[in-house]
């Protein structure tokens, strides 16, 4: 059972007529309304085509941090085989926030690391709700390093509200650990997919999104700070972060219109909390082909290909005009 | 900054200063009044308590540089890329930040010698938008390194920043990346590059060129950090210990090499540059 946003509503009561509907209908068995229900379910598919064809930045925000958006594991059992997980940074610990392993997508051999945010309250307690602390970029670290060696590609799923702010991950230097860990992105000899798969919080984010080629769902969010962070200081109240949403142009069809990101990859409808196994699936075609491209890059260019890409970030561009408005707002 | 500053400043015939003009001036330590004269000939360091006051741009280079460096010419980039607006349109904040500083944007670099030994300096000034780090900023960083790369000289920068500049939004953040490249071609290139984080130095500068130095100096009691210590408290609902991420933590924790009164900043400079530096110049 899906739970619906809050700008879902007028949908869920949709559904839950044709729910009701059903169960009476099944109940007394002699009544035929499945022309009726063919109805309301073409009209409620409708609804959601619509509705997701007109998301604004801040419900893009909501469908990005939905409680049952497919994370890291999700990805990897639908998308990902052979899953060899990796622990640990050899310093500290092994934190459960950025997970990281060998996997094999669609007969590639690649290292994977990302953002697992978990699913109930048990493994988001255990996953520190995707938060990476220090040890886990330095995990990250560790991984690239050795994929570079070996001379595997690195695939990274970022999902992450920002690095977890925390008095033992400021002692342990979170700030270091992050730089260090965006250098070995931009270092790594061998080619680097990046995708957003949810949320791109801030340092924490580009700490594993410094790619070769960054593509993003269509519904995923990549920003410098949360939009509520954003509000509560330039508007000096979190209740304006819809407005920040707005402002800080987040959406992956904002990004790729400033050249952050180089693809977004399309959701099944309704959100990839709607269709798990659809999305990996989209998700994999897309890194799948990115990596095939990068592999016909001699090895010598790929660092600089990958260095020049961010050097020349922001450098063309001009001052947008006005985005025409999307959909309804 | 005082009023008569501000509006001088905005002058377009007056050369703009980055210091005031009071004669007195309140220690914001230990709220001693100290004669502004005394002051600034103890490089805007109290002599009471020892507080190291923030400072600008040129006041900096001016303390760390021999007389005659040359400030870069300051990167084009565009003023306003996302059209941001806030309560204030980003323009009129820029405008505002522009007419008290000498200068068009956060991040100033100059080419010149310590002691004799030739050196690239790039300073922060937190004075200008709290020294956040938006395009200008990220761009005048990477011409600094490029101009060390060029000249074949060390690289020195003085970090102050209390973060990303939210009003570029993404493109802020990318400027993290960008710094990053740099320092490792100073690396890969065999140059020295120092970090002397003033106070405050956090959010993404200290998560990219802040943290990468092959030395990392502070100054006294400087606020050094990633995250905002509000947030860290919302997050974890505890009380923060005492000196949480001042530069003497820091110091405990690993962080940096050393915690450095600002009188001993330049000739600690010029004997880490005689012991680090390819190419040194009588």
């Not at chain 2, 990220?138 to 920068?157: D, H, K, M, S, T």
């Not at chain 2, 030395?215 to 400087?222: C, K, L, M, R, V």
Request: hydrophobic share 40%.
């Amino acid at each position: 059972m899906i739970s619906y946003l809050d700008f879902e509503k007028p949908l869920a009561e949709l559904d839950s007529r044709i729910t009701d509907l059903r169960t009476t209908a099944g109940e007394s068995g002699d009544v035929d309304i499945s022309s009726e229900l063919a109805r309301l379910e073409g009209k409620s598919a409708e609804m959601l085509g619509t509705l997701y064809a007109g998301l604004t930045p801040w419900q893009k925000t909501q469908v990005a941090r939905h409680p049952q958006r497919p994370h890291f594991r999700d990805y990897l059992s639908h998308a990902f085989q052979d899953w060899v997980p990796l622990g640990g940074d050899r310093l500290y610990g092994n934190d459960q926030a950025i997970m990281g392993g060998l996997a094999t997508l669609g007969g590639r051999r690649v290292m994977l690391i990302g953002h697992e945010k978990g699913h109930d309250t048990q493994t988001r307690i255990r996953h520190n709700f995707g938060m990476g602390k220090p040890e886990g970029y330095r995990k990250a670290i560790r991984l690239m390093e050795m994929a570079g060696r070996f001379g595997l590609p690195v695939v990274t799923l970022v999902d992450t509200s920002g690095a977890f702010p925390g008095i033992e991950a400021e002692e342990r230097g979170q700030a270091e650990a992050i730089a260090r860990s965006t250098e070995a992105c931009l270092a790594l000899p061998t080619p680097l997919v990046a995708a957003i798969v949810g949320e791109g919080g801030s340092g924490g984010a580009v700490a594993l999104a410094s790619a070769s080629r960054v593509l993003m769902f269509e519904h995923a969010v990549y920003s410098v700070i949360s939009p509520e962070g954003c509000a509560s200081i330039l508007w000096r109240t979190a209740e304006k972060a819809p407005q920040a949403a707005e402002a800080m142009r987040m959406t992956a069809q904002d990004l790729a219109e400033l050249g952050v990101i180089d693809r977004i990859v399309p959701e099944p409808r309704g959100g990839a909390q709607r269709d798990a196994r659809g999305a990996a699936l989209a998700l994999a075609d897309a890194i799948g082909e990115e990596l095939d491209l990068l592999g016909e890059v001699p090895p010598a260019d790929l660092r600089r290909q990958r260095e020049d890409r961010f050097l020349a970030m922001g450098m063309g561009v001009t001052p947008p005009a006005k985005p025409a408005k999307k959909g309804k707002r | 900054m005082s009023w008569i500053s501000r509006v001088r400043n905005s002058l377009p015939f007056a050369p703009r200063r980055d210091t005031p003009d009071n004669l007195w001036v309140k220690c914001p330590g230990c709220n001693e009044m100290l004669f502004t004269r005394e002051y600034e000939a103890n490089l805007y360091v109290c002599p009471k308590c020892d507080h190291h006051g923030r400072i600008g741009a040129d006041t900096r280079l001016a303390q760390l540089l021999d007389p005659g460096f040359h400030l870069l010419p300051d990167p084009s980039v565009a003023d306003d890329p996302l059209k941001f607006r806030d309560t204030k349109r980003y323009p009129d904040r820029l405008k505002q930040a522009r007419a008290s500083n000498a200068h068009c944007d956060a991040f100033t670099a100059a080419t010149g010698a310590i002691e004799g030994r030739r050196t690239i300096v790039g300073v922060q000034d937190f004075m200008f938008m709290a020294g956040s780090m938006g395009q200008a900023v990220g761009q005048a960083f990477c011409n600094g390194a490029e101009a060390a790369l060029r000249e074949g000289v060390p690289y020195i920068v003085v970090t102050a920043a209390g973060g990303a500049r939210m009003q570029e939004g993404i493109l802020s953040l990318m400027q993290m990346p960008r710094a990053t490249v740099m320092t490792r071609r100073l690396r890969e290139a065999g140059l020295p590059y120092i970090v002397v984080l003033a106070d405050p130095t956090t959010g993404g500068v200290t998560a990219s060129y802040a943290m990468l130095g092959d030395i990392h100096i502070s100054e006294p009691n400087a606020l050094i950090g990633f995250a905002g210590q509000r947030v860290i408290q919302e997050t974890i609902r505890e009380q923060l210990p005492p000196g949480f991420q001042r530069a003497e933590y820091l110091l405990e924790h690993g962080m940096i090499d050393m915690v450095l009164h600002r009188r001993d900043l330049k000739p600690t400079l010029a004997k880490l540059l005689d012991y680090l530096s390819p190419a040194k110049v009588a």
